[in-house]
């Protein structure tokens, strides 16, 4: 990136240590990918979090579970058709999901973690003490937000294999991005992922019609101060989010709501109804 960076990407990192400590906490992790900033930061939110609780409002493990769990549902649909084996997750920061894709699939997949450097050097380090870093799967320095150059989008999926089908993850990032910075990575991702036979891109998005309320309005507020700025709701509806996405490059999209695959994704809480989970195609 050149001059200041987007707002966002310097908040990022926290909250990557803070999911870290969620997945830990509920068995989805290693503890390679648990760091003592991740429980500090989870432990100091314990108030708050009980305090939207009793407001009735939403916590933040309600919804980060119930994204965290229906992307990889999909994800694991697809790979399980044949569709994908290839994945490339952008902003992984401490997730388990590259951990856990690479343990039970082995080579049959290519998993590619990608973030800042600064956090992609953290994660390195945590998956080579778990002993998960191998030639299909490995850590690598992304700009995401950048057009070109060596650590953009484009190059990384680049240098994937063109025969074989590739997933796009950015979980947890457009929430911390402004509205030029969704609509930019969204272009980048379709562009990507139109040079391979069959692709999808998943990600995580809250609508403004979904998110309102006061102690919805509460809950914003403590994690906006968690995250050192004000959380972004880009979209008031799912209309609006797909027209949005097609207008992209992607030729189609649909915002899952998590509730509906309560037969076959754990979800729990009000949490659940408030986050919904992107599926675009190329």
């Given amino acids: 990136m050149t001059g200041p960076p987007p707002r966002g990407s310097d908040s990022i990192s926290p909250t990557a240590h803070y999911t870290g400590a969620v997945w830990s906490r509920n068995g989805m992790s290693t503890p390679e990918l648990s760091t003592g900033l991740g429980r500090l930061s989870f432990n100091s939110l314990r108030p708050t979090m009980a305090i939207s609780g009793a407001l009735g409002g939403v916590t933040l493990e309600q919804f980060l579970l119930a994204r965290h769990r229906l992307i990889d549902h999909l994800l694991g649909a697809a790979i399980a058709a044949g569709r994908i084996s290839q994945v490339l997750e952008i902003a992984a920061g401490m997730s388990p999901r590259g951990w856990r894709f690479a343990r039970d699939h082995g080579p049959e997949i290519d998993y590619i973690e990608a973030d800042l450097a600064a956090m992609a050097a953290r994660k390195r380090v945590a998956l080579e003490r778990a002993n998960s870093l191998t030639e299909h799967h ?18 990384i999926t ?66 906006g101060a968690f995250v ?55």
């Fill in 158 to 223: 680049a240098g994937l294999d063109p025969e074989r089908g590739l997933a796009v993850i950015t979980e947890g990032l457009i929430a911390y991005l402004d509205l030029n910075g969704v609509l930019g990575l969204w272009r980048r991702t379709a562009t990507a992922l139109a040079g391979f036979p069959d692709g999808f891109y998943l990600s995580d998005l809250h609508l403004g019609n979904e998110n309102s309320g006061p102690a919805t309005w509460a809950f914003k507020l403590a994690l």
């Fill in 138 to 155: 490995r850590v690598v320095d992304i700009d995401a937000l950048s057009d070109t150059g060596p650590n953009s989008i484009g190059a």
């Fill in 228 to 282: 050192r700025g004000e959380v972004e709701l880009h979209f008031d509806t799912a209309a609006e989010a797909e027209a949005a996405l097609l207008d992209c490059g992607f030729a189609g999209a649909t915002l899952h709501r998590p509730v509906d695959f309560a037969d076959r994704v754990e979800v729990s809480g009000k949490g659940a109804e408030l986050v919904r989970v992107i599926e675009a195609s190329p």
